[in-house]
């Protein structure tokens, strides 16, 4: 989840929890009471598809990096062929080409590392069979290696768009917060009030929970929108 929705729910689940060790003020207004219920049942249900956008997040991420490892590794490995095959033929300008160091490929960004699996892909080519072979990588190889390279390009960069295109939980995330944004404001909000009158301390106790979503949405306002 976001910053801001984990601190709403966390906001929402306090006024649940605010109103269930005080059974006798929710009592006093039953429709407050019916809200808060209502508001339970949707956090219950933001917790259980944050675990699931966790999971989804952690996976595509998992996924992600193994494709960069193994991209990784067989370009260390061409590459390092066929510069050793450039040294033994004289080759300078293709001992250039392919002059990565390895600890510079380790710790290239995902285009980077694209731009350069291409270049080592396509010099390995040009090297006749069976001289390629000879230093330990075969046409099998390089054919592995292109699917590699195409694999890893199709991951997406974004994690988040990842989510949305593969499981929508981010769509239902976004709809059960607007639920129970609705409950609150339009039920629970409205309601609060008589508390002030009838129960002083269960009214200032969900007002001290609401604060914490307010004191959040005003300082991302004015992180957005800093002082000029």
């Known amino acids: 989840m976001e910053k801001k929705q984990t601190v709403k729910q966390e906001s929402y689940k306090l006024i649940v929890t605010e109103s ?30 944050g675990i699931k956008q966790e999971k989804d997040l952690k996976g595509i991420k998992t996924n992600k990096d193994k494709k960069m490892v193994n991209v990784i590794d067989w370009t260390i490995d061409i590459c390092g062929a066929g510069h050793s095959y450039a040294h033994d033929t004289g080759d300078d300008a293709l001992m250039e080409r392919l002059n990565y160091k390895v600890s510079d490929i380790k710790h290239m960004a995902q285009p980077e590392l694209l731009k350069v699996a291409g270049v080592v892909l396509d010099e390995a080519l040009l090297i006749p069979a069976d001289k390629l072979a000879l230093e330990g990588i075969s046409p099998k190889d390089l054919l592995a290696y292109k699917d590699l390279i195409v694999d890893f390009s199709r991951v997406k960069s974004s994690t988040k768009e990842a989510i949305i295109d593969r499981t929508g939980v981010t769509e239902k995330l976004s709809a059960l917060f607007d639920e129970a944004e609705s409950i609150v404001k339009n039920t629970l909000d409205k309601l609060i009030s008589q508390y002030k009158r009838k ?28 002082p000029v």
């Not at 269930?20 to 598809?49: C, H, M, W, Y």
């Not at 009214?203 to 609401?210: D, G, L, Q, S």
């Not at 949405?217 to 992180?223: D, F, V």
């Open 20 to 49: 269930r060790i005080n059974p006798d003020s929710l009592a006093l207004v039953p429709k407050f009471f019916s809200g808060v219920n209502k508001l339970d049942q949707i956090t219950i249900q933001i917790d259980s598809e």
């Open 199 to 226: 129960d002083p301390d269960f009214y200032r106790r969900y007002k001290t929970a609401r604060a914490m979503q307010v004191r959040a949405s005003q300082k991302k306002t004015a992180e957005t929108n800093p």
